[in-house]
Structure formats: C-alpha cells, structure tokens
C-alpha cells in the first residue's frame, strides 16, 4: 500500500476521499442537464468551475484522482444510464449482471478525468497558468483519448452540451467537439481563478487575478459568438433536394422476430410511396433480414416509387457477402447506379464480439441478434444520389468526427441511418441527436437523420433541427435540402488542430519555467 494512503486510513482521511467523492459525483450529476435534452449549455462550465474550486484544495495525487473520478463517475452514471436498458430490456442478461456491466462501464469512462485531474496535480503551476491552460489542455487531451481506446466512447464530450445555441458552438468548425470542450474548460479555469484569487481569498484578494480571468472568459466567448457568424461553407449552386426521412417505429423487441417481417416491409413501403421526394431514406436495418433474403418483387416496388419521383431510395439492410462474410449496411435503388456503403466503426458486443476466444461468454449473457458482423472499409466514397453526394454513416458512427470527414469535402450533405430503439423511452435519443447536430456544425453540411423510433430529424449546417418526428409515432419528415461545398478548418485538419493547441498549452508554461530557472 502506498504511503500516503495508509497515513490518510490511520489518520481518518478516507472519509474526506469519500467527501470528494460524493461532492463531485453532485457536479458530475448536474453537469449532465448542459445536455439534451435539457441543454442548459451554461452548467457544464460552471460545474468545471466548482470541480476546479474543490481540486485546489486537494493535497495529494490521490485526491485529485478521487475528485475528477467522482466528477466522471456522476457524469456517466447519470449520463449514460440508459446502457443498462440496452443490456437488460432488449440485450436479455438478467437484472443484477446488466446492473454490475453498466456501473462497471460508467466507472471505467470515470476513469479519464480521474487521470486528467492527476496528471493536473502533479503538473500543478501557478495558478492562472494551471487553470487557464494546463486544466483545459489535459481536458481536451483524456475526452480525445476517450474517444479512441478500447474503440472509443465519446459519448458526453463536454463540447457536445454547446449545440447549437451556445456562442462556444463557433469553436465547432474551427477545432472539433473536443475543440469545444477545450474552450469550456478554459472559462471554466478562469471563473475558478477569479472565484478563488478574489472572492474566497478574503485576506489577500487580487485584483488583477480577477480582471485576467474575467478578461479571458468574456474573450473566448466573444470569439466564439465572431466565428459563429463566419459561414465556412457554401451552399452548391441549383435546386435544393426534395428529401422525405422514414421512421417505421417497429418496435426493437417485435423488429427481429420472423413472423413480423413483412408487416415490418409494408410499413416502409407505405411509407415511401406517400413520399414524393427525390431522396427517400430508411433507417438502419429498416429491412430486418438478409439483403439476399428480401423478396424481389419488393425492391421492384421501392424501385418504382424511386422511379416515379425522379430519384433514389436508401435503405439500411444486414448484407451477406458471397465469401460468407456480414455487414450492416445501406443500399441504394433508383435512377442512379445501385451503390452500398458498410459500417465500418462496430460497436463492441452490440455489432460484433471483440476477443472472442477470451469475451465469448458474453455471447450467452447477450441476446441480441445481427451482432456479429463485419467491419466495412475505413474510407468509403459518398453515394451519389437524386443529384447530391450523400455522406453516409450508421448509428454510433456519428460520433466520430474525424471517421465523418473521411468523405469530406466531396460530400455535399451527411446522412446519418440508425436505430436509436436499443435505449427505449430515455434520454439518449436525444443525445445522440445532439451529437449528430455537432457533426453538421463541425463540417459545414446539413445531415439528414433517418431513425426507426426517432428522433428523426433534418438539420441544417449551422447544427439547427429544421424538421424533426416525435419519437415512438409512425411517420416520416419532409422538407427541401440544399447541398452544400468547401471546407471548414475542421475538414482539412481533424482533431489534429486541438491535439497540437493542448501540446502548445502544456510545453509553453513548461518551457517558460525552465528559462526562468536557467537565468
């Protein structure tokens, strides 16, 4: 046992850890209504303050580890409860193992500001230098991290709360949601600086302290409201496309079962033939089997609506290759050439079982059909489709920035095929509509976002909802989109431009110091 922490169980500290813990668990909790639905894009900020306000106190590596644990802890477990409805309702494990899998998943996701507040301990400065930019640096740095190990979970990066009505959005286009999140920390540091050097320093208040950290928080959102105004994109010259999204709202217990498959395809063909749009799109696996197995008298008929409006149709269908392998894909059928695009970025046990030979036990806890499929192609062209390139992607895949801009610029719009059924009646919906909003932002294209039981939705490519479908209703959206071209920063460059700005705000202090030291 280390040291320190065997002096702190002797001398009765583990109550103050778990008074930590329980303090910023609350911030961590709260911060989740900066989120939709709720969007109260101001409380992420402020709850960073408050954290930031506590981890000044904290003595030790330990305690700050315990203080951004806590903080990530409330944030997921409020957050991102709705993966035990997955795992349980429609996943099938029983009550106490969906319990133990959720608790354990958020605490592993807890796990990256715990080391983000570690990390800040021992790298501790002074105080404008640490907070301003040492905070916000490492921030950014473990929700990109977060982003990418064990395949990722982005989930409740803080830059999402900012969509689409904060004045931080403008960061979108320029640095990415991480860019974002970067920035929130930053204002975050600098309330935390003026709170403690001014208003809880009664003793010995400083002045200037509090002109600096005002001074920075009013800038970065007084530029973040200049970019917001800046329209990196243009939109492409003619018509605006017709486009008319599906939701079937089949629900995800009945969607899998034999029996109910052709009442699933005639709700979707009914659907379409009231729609009289030139793109016509169905969510993910709308047709619940087979690509080979879907009847051909079926794709004629979805062939002739196509036909009879000028246009194309794309639907999402599990595609068994000829070598044996499957795919969760979208397929095209219209007046242009039939095209296909595979999901490439898998989610773990819901699309496909990583370590099989090890994990595979999990297989017989897990009820959920279609999940072993194949990853498709990293880099896949846009389809071209009812005169625009469509950039598709499906479910989770939008939560990636960096794999969206793949196909970018060439793309002229985003399309985003999911089935958000797997979380039932919770709050995830609209998150994951949240995150869709971000990927318009950050690239300059409206997205167009087809669900089975919502929210389906058309946004436009400033993060807006122009039309969107109440959730669990059978129904479709409509409306005229215009596709649009060019590059924002965030195109061209990835998370490449924060990663190098959050290394620039770690080296820079760090480098300064030194030079002081030498003289």
Known sequence: MRPELSAAIRSGRPLTFLRLFLATFA?????????????????????????LLIWLRCQSTTSAAVVGFGFGAGLFLTGVSWVYVSLHVYGGMEVPVAALFTLLFCLIQACYPALACAVLQRMRASMPVTLMLLFPALWAVSEWLRSWMLSGFPWLSLGYSQVPSSPLAGYAPLLGVFGVSLVIAAIAGAMASTIDGFILRHASPKPRGFIVGVCVAA????????????????????????????????????????????????????????????????????????????????????????????GDILYGVP????????????????????????????????????????????????????????????????????????????????????????????????????????????????QHLQIAQMRALETGRPMLRATNTGVTAIIDPAGRIV????????????????????????IVIGNAGVLVLALAMLLIPLAIARAVRVR
């Open 219 to 310: 800038a970065l959102v007084l530029a973040g409201a200049a970019l917001k105004m800046h329209q990196w994109t243009q939109p492409v010259p003619g018509e605006p496309t017709s486009v008319t999204l599906l939701q079937g709202n089949i629900p995800q217990e009945m969607k899998w079962r034999p029996e109910r498959a052709v009442a699933t395809l005639e709700t979707y063909l009914e659907l379409a033939r009231h729609a009289e749009s030139k793109l016509i799109v169905m969510p993910e696996t709308a047709l619940p089997m087979l690509n080979v197995e879907v009847p051909p008298e079926y794709l004629k008929a979805l062939a002739g609506v196509a036909a009879r409006n000028g």
């Open 467 to 490: 039309a969107s479908a109440p959730e669990f209703s059978t129904t479709s959206v409509s409306g005229q989109v215009r596709g649009y071209q060019g590059s924002t920063p965030y």
């Open 319 to 430: 595609e068994a290759d000829p070598s044996g392998n499957y795919y969760n894909s979208v397929m095209s059928i219209g007046t242009a050439a039939s095209q296909t695009y595979r999901k490439h970025h898998l989610v773990p046990f819901g699309d496909y079982f990583p370590l099989r030979p090890v994990l595979g036990w999990i297989m017989n806890l897990l009820r959920i059909p279609m999940s072993d499929f194949s990853h498709g192609a990293s880099v896949q062209k846009p389809m071209q489709v009812a005169g625009q390139k469509v950039a598709v992607n499906i479910c989770y895949e939008d939560a990636f920035g960096e794999e969206i801009i793949r196909q970018l610029p060439e793309a002229t719009m985003l399309a985003n095929f999911t089935n958000d059924a797997w979380w039932g009646d919770t709050i995830a919906s609209r």
């Open 27 to 51: 911030l961590g909790a709260i911060c989740v209504l900066g989120f939709a639905p709720f969007e109260l894009y101001i409380i992420p900020p402020v709850a960073l303050a408050a954290l």
